[in-house]
């Protein structure tokens, strides 16, 4: 069992930035790959951000390639997303996942544990 919190979120405006925090706790978190999702009320759980085991390979969704920044500190059990430039439709839940490997980091479905989420709200 891997058990993540996630924590940053809040209320900004319109161009301002967050960095979210996913911190986890159990087994070996070195072992697992870590993506970022968001969902939106209404709307299906969207794919945000993926990091592998040492950090080398990122993978970022297209709405937020550029804006978006994921890294990791294995050493603290952590992994961050840095937001800039934030907008209105950037207003979500987000939530950190972890998975040891899957066929598609894009996938939410293939994840194994998942975060309670944290609510982002970007104001116009």
């Known amino acids: 069992q891997v058990q993540l919190v996630e924590s940053g979120g809040g209320l900004v405006q319109a161009g301002d930035s967050l960095r979210l925090s996913c911190t986890a706790s159990?087994?070996?978190?070195?072992?697992?790959?870590i993506g970022w999702f968001r969902q939106a009320p209404g709307k299906e759980r969207e794919f945000v951000s993926h990091?592998?085991?040492?950090?080398?390979?990122?993978i970022y969704a297209d709405s937020v390639k550029g804006r978006f920044t994921i890294s990791r500190d294995n050493a603290k059990n952590t992994v961050f997303l840095q937001m800039n430039s934030l907008k209105p439709e950037d207003t979500a839940v987000y939530y950190c996942?972890?998975?040891?490997?899957?066929?598609?980091?894009?996938?939410?479905?293939?994840?194994?544990?998942w975060g309670q989420g944290t609510q982002v709200t970007v104001s116009s």
């Open positions: 990091i592998s085991w040492g950090g080398a390979l990122t």
């Open positions: 159990g087994r070996t978190f070195t072992n697992y790959r």
């Open positions: 996942a972890a998975v040891i490997r899957s066929s598609n980091y894009r996938d939410s479905a293939l994840y194994d544990y």
